[in-house]
Nanobody, 124 residues
Framework: QVQLVESGGGLVQAGGSLRLSCVVSGRFFENYGMGWFRQAPGKERILVSAVSYSGSRTYYEDSVKGRFTISRDNAKNTVYLQVTSLKPEDTAVYYC?????????????????WGQGTQVTVSS
């Protein structure tokens, strides 16, 4: 059984930073792409960043480019999202998800396992 557990969220002031972590249980973590989504109240869940199985390919949604960095440690079955220069509009629940393939698409339907989410709140 594959389980994803996120941590690292919290309340920060605008301009602050956090590092989100997602530990994935189960085998063959290194074979799958991984993504971080976020969902703000009343809005749809969107992909903010993703990484391929090897880490060689990454994606960032336009609003987070230059501020967020995704990485993975296949030896630790963990994917990270370093979030910096946070803005109030970054406030959301952040979800980690596993892609159905070694790569990724921007569609939530192409991710098959999800974590429970971690809240990030940015105060102005």
């Amino acid at each position: 059984q594959v389980q994803l557990v996120e941590s690292g969220g919290g309340l920060v002031q605008a301009g602050g930073s956090l590092r989100l972590s997602c530990v994935v249980s189960g085998r063959f973590f290194e074979n799958y792409g991984m993504g971080w989504f976020r969902q703000a109240p009343g809005k749809e869940r969107i992909l903010v960043s993703a990484v391929s199985y090897s880490g060689s390919r990454t994606y960032y949604e336009d609003s987070v480019k230059g501020r967020f960095t995704i990485s993975r440690d296949n030896a630790k079955n963990t994917v990270y999202l370093q979030v910096t220069s946070l803005k109030p509009e970054d406030t959301a629940v952040y979800y980690c998800a596993r892609s159905v393939s070694a790569g990724f698409t921007t569609f939530a339907s192409s991710f098959d396992f999800w974590g429970q989410g971690t809240q990030v709140t940015v105060s102005s």
